[in-house]
């Protein structure tokens, strides 16, 4: 089998922990978000990389962790969109430290970190969770910053070589000795607007002063951790720290000067350790947009996309690219196709055809080292599940009834509904909260004599033909093929007559005349599906040119 992009890092990660760690170590693997806000799924792809990477070393044989850093300990930048404005005044506060804006949860971090969370789980992805603000006040990387403290200046060295000096008032030795990267949380404000004025090496007792409100504070780092090192420092402390094996990154995590460059050189400067193998991952879109982010509200969000996609299709679309190629998430039609791929796939497992890219595909989607992925084995089609939902308004009772005649072995409506978990909700859902106003289909209330009139002699027998029948064709299967034979017998045609161009554009003009007469417009959802939906006196009413002088008898 060829090898792919997963079983080629993780040959790299082989070959470099059996050098440096030995056949019996475990590897470690890890990967990290800030909750900055609503954690969208663009987001998904460092985690979903990672534990990718460790399912195919967990198969090997290897013992394998897969560790998850929430930098909740991160300062909060800008109050994304949908926070309330006020949020501002939190601004260089951590995340762990900012008040939930709904009430809901103990901070503004842990609403974020809780709703990704369980995300991952659905989705079968179960790391070790560390938070940030928890492992630094505890003192877990205590000598680690006094070690980056002591070695500030090979630090602003390293630093220094990817900086643009233009613009910078002082010389390079005075800010030389003036840089530490470890930042204080202020003690008054608990903004990290500060900067220390000076260190202590025997006791790593500090003194800082904080820009923000001007309170001048000190402590020693042997009694307490307010403050973190900086990103450029702290990613490559957490390396070593952690003897991390492999960790990947968005692609401009790699660029010259950038923090995993910068981190090679800080790790094995300063704490005299290997970085861990990388790879850059390309990142994912939201429909049109070129990157989703949660800073300018986009509330793409794991949660909303397992409200619309089964975890083993939300799972199989970000295994099937690899990870230096970009793609977008399209919750509009883009969905209803995406579902149709899906099904052709599951098809070829069933029969046996899948080749092998396909297979390790599916695997890769359905199933983990712990978990079996939640997928509908009774596959009805996305499509004509929503159109049903659409049409009959959600009404559950007759959508199981229609759908019940795709799938015959199951005449139970009741046992029908369990079968289409999870698919038949996440129908629901789009339907309810993703299907625009515009492609909804609206059903006329009455005949319209008008557009009757404007069809042609042929396409106007054909629909009395399709109303005399109905009553006889009352399923989907003879309403299917009583759809395609009605041209061809008004044309003296026999039933069995193969199509030609000709008859195609005949069943064509056909069918735009129905959606017309139904739907007021020139397509829809299929004819039967439709008939179906709106049932048989309804659809009697808007076919049957009498309809409206009997109506009014």
Request: hydrophobic share 35%; net charge negative; with cysteine.
């Amino acid at each position: 089998m060829k090898a792919d992009w997963v079983t080629k890092v993780a040959d790299r990660i082989e070959a470099s922990v059996r050098q440096r760690k030995g056949e019996n170590a475990t590897i470690v693997c890890a990967s990290g978000i800030s909750p900055s806000g609503p954690i969208h799924l663009g987001n998904l792809r460092e985690p979903f990389t990672v534990h990718l990477v460790v399912e195919e070393l967990r198969g090997r044989g290897w013992k394998v962790e897969h560790i998850h850093s929430w930098d909740d300990y991160d300062r909060l930048r800008k109050v994304p969109a949908g926070i309330p404005a006020e949020y501002a005044q939190y601004i260089g506060m951590p995340y762990a430290d900012i008040p939930d804006p709904f009430g809901e949860y103990d901070s503004y971090a842990t609403r974020y970190i809780t709703d990704f969370t369980n995300g991952l789980s659905r989705l079968g992805i179960r790391p070790r969770y560390i938070r940030q603000s928890q492992a630094y006040r505890r003192g877990d990387y205590r000598e680690q910053i006094k070690t980056a403290i002591r070695q500030r200046g090979e630090i602003f060295d390293i630093l220094a070589e990817y900086q643009n000096l233009e613009g910078q008032k002082e010389t390079v030795d005075e800010r030389r000795a003036a840089y530490y990267p470890f930042k204080p949380y202020c003690d008054n404000c608990h903004k990290d607007m500060t900067h220390l004025t000076s260190y202590r090496d025997e006791d790593a007792f500090l003194s800082y002063v904080c820009d923000n409100c001007g309170h001048e504070g000190s402590y020693s780092l042997n009694e307490r951790i307010d403050g973190k090192l900086v990103w450029k420092v702290d990613w490559p402390m957490r390396w070593s720290y952690e003897q991390v094996d492999f960790e990947p990154g968005g692609e401009d995590h790699s660029s010259p000067g950038s923090s995993y460059t910068v981190g090679q050189r800080i790790v094995q400067k300063v704490y005299g350790a290997v970085a861990p193998q990388f790879i850059g991952y390309a990142f994912v879109g939201m429909g049109g947009r070129s990157k989703i982010s949660s800073s300018v509200g986009t509330t793409a969000t794991v949660s909303s996309a397992l409200e619309i996609i089964e975890p083993a299709i939300l799972r199989w679309l970000y295994a099937r690219r690899a990870n230096n190629q970009a793609f977008d998430i399209d919750y509009g039609q883009g969905l209803l196709r995406l579902y149709e791929e899906w099904d052709a796939l599951v098809r070829q497992i069933n029969k046996g055809t899948a080749n092998e890219v396909n297979q390790r595909l599916f695997e890769r989607a359905t199933r983990t080292s712990t978990d079996e992925i939640v997928y509908t084995h009774k596959a009805v089609p996305f499509p004509l599940l929503t159109s049903v939902i659409d049409v009959t308004q959600a009404n559950e009772e007759q959508v199981l009834r229609i759908i019940s005649q795709t799938l015959p072995e199951l005449e139970d409506l009741g046992t029908l509904r369990a079968e289409l978990e999870p698919r038949f909700t996440c129908a629901l859902n789009w339907v309810n909260n993703y299907l625009p106003d515009d492609e909804r289909t609206q059903i006329r209330s009455s005949f319209d004599s008008d557009a009757f009139a404007s069809f042609s002699e042929m396409d106007q027998a054909s629909i009395r033909m399709l109303a005399e029948r109905l009553d006889d064709s009352w399923n989907l299967a003879s309403l299917t093929e009583l759809m395609y034979s009605i041209p061809k017998v008004v044309r003296g045609m026999a039933v069995d007559t193969p199509p030609n161009d000709e008859l195609k554009q005949a069943q064509r003009s056909f069918f735009i005349a129905l959606y017309n007469l139904i739907c007021g417009r020139d397509t829809g959802p299929r004819i039967p599906t439709l008939l179906l939906s709106i049932g048989l006196e309804r659809a009697k009413q808007l076919l049957t040119p009498t309809a409206v002088a009997v109506a009014q008898k």
